[in-house]
């Protein structure tokens, strides 16, 4: 949130009883009387996502919770949404989730720790307008109405619960619709619209009441959360990274303290973490770029509890605030990486936003990510800009004394000297300007993209298939993982098995059947991800037929992530269509830049900086439509990093993930895998371990070989001769 952004005023209150349903996700709504979302004026609608909080919706105010007709396939669970909104969304599917009605929260509650700032809170209920803005002039960018303290104690409630169903384990994760927001609300003053902060308090509950001593908050609202930072600048048990237009301090709230080099306080130096964009125009290449190469090595050293997502919509295409230009997708992708971090426990919190229809298809790629449905491709090149590397290089740097991650990527960036200055300041964009025009026109066309993929790629009849050659008794599957029993035509697989004398032994035939029929369904679109296993002897005859059935049969960019004693099929065209990656080679080697190999890294920090730094890079890079993971002999991964590696390839094909490996691998990790591809959370790595200086070095020395081609590899702004 921001000030310039709209002031709404009110709606009527609602105050519907609690009622749950406990499923994968969780959404709780809270009300919204003091501030619309998206449009300025009294009864404009806010978004459409939760219609049982929106005055545009026909359904009473107590509303009993149903099934959506429609929305969910047979042995999934129930899907819950309000039927009298349904036809006017575009994303029924994503209300698969739990809808939460709470009640009011008591001031004790709020953990609150200025009595005299919540007493004044509450006496504006009975105040007179003329009173009220008075009262709004005594702060920065505030609207006070009578439903102000009601309302700010619904949002808090709203976030406080989310916490709890999530801590207790009610639901895997969850988005709380709220308003007001919270992130630039100060220990004793309103600020940007937020009255109480939020994220904060909810933070500072799930340490009191759940006992956790780690917690991340990922702020990615346009707008710098000061007020969040504030609050825990000295306190290491709270990681807050936020990335906000900055423009060297041109931009609201004007900050000195909102610069890459304010790592917090005493005890809590390098617990803040502020990614400055210092121009407008960054898009889904530099965010995905951030999280990448900032906040997630940083995260994973960390090793949070909970992840808690100060989710603003501000900074998404098309916003009048924020002119950046990610899409709404984008967002999806940012929630997927941020799920295999604390178990999967991540609770988002609504923050800005202003534009509407790009705020509420953002918020509705977040539901589904959190729902475990893939992400839609990421449209656009992926080459971060000039001005996002520099941000980018200034935090890794004044983070580096703080991080063990970032020191070992070998990066020595230098840390620019401030250009701050408050001599010019942004000048807010006024509707009807050529500035809001020209948004406008931005985020039209991207939406239009996107609602043409959304009816392009439908979600799919099956998300996770598992092609099996013999009954596993141990292995133990989700529900809704479908154990495959058919085979490709006996022709096909006879065809394609000619290749490779290895595979006309029955064995490896059968397994080639089952790998092909699946493979189909993922090619033509009846499964979005899968798993086979085939015998040790013909895992790279497997591997190879793959390979090419793909790239003959629809498949226009193919990723294969081979890891293990597996070799690139030597006759393989290095035609741009394939990039194959060998994990765990003998040598650290890129012969072109579609074929790179890197020895398999020994700890667990070597381990997430060679997917961090190198493979996710290269594969957000490539933008492939098919991912290829062979788990080939002598692979050397445990499940953890295997779990790790096929959720994060998740994302840059949008879930079009195929899994290959050996018959003789243990049950535990068939399993894992079958659960990451559905979408749950990976488990954690273990205790982070510093990279050996050899796996250093390697990382290094193929960055520098690749980066010129592949711009995601990019950690600083390339030197201007």
């Not at 190469?293 to 605030?321: K, N, Q, R, T």
């Amino acid at each position: 949130m921001g000030q310039h952004g709209p002031r709404a005023g009110p709606q009527a209150s609602r105050q519907p009883s609690s009622r749950q349903a406990a499923l994968r996700g969780g959404v709780l709504g809270a009300g919204s009387e003091s501030e619309e979302v998206g449009k300025s004026g009294p009864g404009s609608p806010p978004v459409g996502l939760l219609p049982c909080l929106d005055s545009a919706c026909s359904c009473p105010g107590s509303l009993p919770v149903v099934p959506a007709p429609g929305s969910c396939k047979e042995g999934t669970g129930s899907a819950f949404t309000c039927p009298a909104r349904v036809a006017q969304s575009d994303h029924g599917c994503a209300m698969r989730t739990a809808l939460v009605y709470h009640e009011d929260m008591t001031a004790a509650r709020l953990l609150w720790e200025d009595p005299e700032y919540v007493s004044l809170l509450r006496g504006t209920q009975t105040l007179s307008t003329r009173e009220l803005q008075a009262l709004c002039g005594q702060y920065d960018a505030v609207y006070f109405h009578p439903s102000t303290f009601h309302c700010a104690r619904l949002a808090v409630g709203a976030a406080l619960q989310l916490v709890d169903a999530v801590l207790t384990g009610a639901v895997h994760n969850g988005l709380a619709l709220v308003r007001p927001p919270g992130h630039h609300s100060q220990r004793a003053a309103a600020n940007g619209f937020c009255v109480f902060n939020n994220v904060a308090i909810a933070a500072k509950y799930a340490k009191r009441r759940h006992g956790l001593h780690r917690i991340l908050i990922v702020d990615w609202d346009v707008h710098h959360g000061q007020g969040i930072q504030y609050i825990f600048e000295d306190d290491p048990s709270v990681l807050y990274f936020s990335w906000h237009r900055y423009e060297h301090g041109r931009f609201w709230p004007y900050l000195r303290e909102s610069d890459a080099d304010a790592v917090g306080q005493g005890q809590g130096r390098g617990f803040t973490v502020n990614l400055p964009w210092n121009q407008v125009g960054m898009g889904n290449a530099d965010y995905v770029a951030a999280f990448l190469h900032v906040l997630l090595p940083v995260a994973f050293e960390f090793d949070p509890e909970l992840v808690l997502i100060s989710a603003g919509f501000d900074s998404a295409i098309g916003d009048p605030e924020g002119q950046m230009r990610a899409t709404p997708e984008c967002f999806s992708h940012l929630t997927q990486l941020l799920q295999v971090l604390a178990g999967g426990r991540v609770c988002a919190v609504l923050e800005g936003g202003y534009h509407l229809e790009s705020l509420s298809q953002s918020v509705c790629m977040v539901v589904k990510a959190l729902l475990g449905d893939p992400a839609l491709p990421l449209s656009g090149p992926m080459e971060p800009h000039r001005s996002a590397l520099e941000s980018i290089q200034s935090v890794r740097a004044a983070q580096a004394p703080h991080w063990k991650s970032l020191r070992q990527q070998g990066s020595t960036p230098i840390l620019n000297p401030s250009t701050y200055s408050l001599e010019r300041r942004a000048s807010p964009v006024s509707p009807g300007g050529p500035k809001f025009k020209a948004a406008e026109a931005q985020a039209s066309a991207a939406l239009s993209s996107l609602l043409d993929q959304l009816h392009l790629n439908p979600t799919l009849p099956v998300r996770t298939a598992v092609a099996l050659t013999a009954p596993d008794a141990a292995l133990v599957l989700p529900a809704d993982v479908l154990r495959q029993e058919g085979s490709a035509p006996q022709e096909e697989t006879r065809a394609w098995a000619r290749l490779h004398e290895a595979l006309a032994q029955d064995k490896a035939l059968t397994a080639l059947g089952k790998v092909l029929h699946l493979l189909n369904g993922i090619l033509d679109g009846q499964v979005s991800s899968g798993m086979a296993a085939t015998p040790e002897p013909a895992a790279a005859p497997t591997l190879d037929v793959v390979i090419r059935r793909s790239l003959s049969h629809g498949a226009r960019r193919l990723l294969c992530v081979a890891v293990g004693q597996l070799d690139r099929p030597a006759d393989l065209a290095d035609d741009g269509r394939n990039l194959w990656l060998n994990i765990r080679g003998k040598e650290a080697a890129a012969p072109s830049m579609f074929q790179v190999s890197v020895p398999l890294p020994g700890t667990t920090g070597g381990f997430v900086s060679c997917v961090l730094a190198l493979v996710l890079p290269l594969a957000y890079g490539f933008q492939p439509d098919l991912v290829l993971v062979a788990l080939g002999p002598a692979h050397g991964l445990q499940a953890p990093q295997a779990a790790l590696l096929a959720s994060l390839l998740r994302g840059p094909a949008g879930g079009r993930v195929l899994v290959l490996l050996e018959q003789g691998s243990t049950s535990q990790l068939a399993g894992i895998l079958a659960r990451v591809l559905q979408g749950q959370a990976p488990p954690g790595l273990g205790p982070f371990s510093m990279a050996s200086p050899e796996d250093t070095q390697a990382l290094i020395y193929l960055r520098g070989q690749l980066e010129a081609e592949w711009k995601m590899l990019q950690v600083a702004a390339p030197q201007v001769p």
